[in-house]
């Protein structure tokens, strides 16, 4: 049994790029983080991060077949992308969504998200420790 990990463009830069928003935790710390979480379940993970919309999207395609849900933090992309959207509602896989930071307090143009109606799991503004956290809520759906 298998999760897929998904980060967008940038977070390539956590712990780097404005740290007062993200935090000092960097993507490996992230991609570890969640795999304990997972495993915790038994479950493995696969850890994708582009800063390509379509690397994304093929990533997401190929996680049909053989993973059971999807945590993403489609970054940038969660206030542009119909694409990654219809990527998500087109596999069928449960899908946590999760912001590090609280996008709702931001600039207007991170209020939207893409994503939101196409996910059954939001954690928004807790840092990273919220990738652990939508994780265990994925997974209590799925029935892990
Ligand atoms: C983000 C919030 C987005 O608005 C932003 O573009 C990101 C990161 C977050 O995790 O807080 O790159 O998704």
Redesign the pocket.
């Known amino acids: 049994r298998r999760l897929l990990l998904v980060n ?4 390539n830069l956590l712990g780097i790029r404005e740290p007062d928003v ?1 935090g000092h935790e960097t993507l490996a710390d992230v991609e570890a983080l969640v795999t304990a979480t997972a495993a915790d379940a038994g479950f493995e993970v696969r850890a994708v991060q582009s800063n390509h919309e379509g690397v994304l999207i093929d990533a997401i395609h190929a996680a049909r077949t053989d993973c059971a849900g999807i945590v993403i ?4 992309l ?2 542009t992308s119909v694409s990654l959207r219809d990527a998500l509602s087109g596999v069928a896989l449960p899908v946590a969504e ?4 609280d ?1 709702r307090t ?1 600039e207007a143009f ?1 209020h939207h998200s893409y994503v939101a109606d196409v996910a059954v799991v939001h954690v928004i503004g807790q840092g990273v420790p919220g990738y652990a956290e939508a994780t265990r809520l994925l997974l209590d759906q799925i029935g892990a």
């Open positions: 967008g463009p940038n977070l993200y933090n489609p970054a940038g969660t206030h999760v912001h590090i930071s996008v931001r991170r």
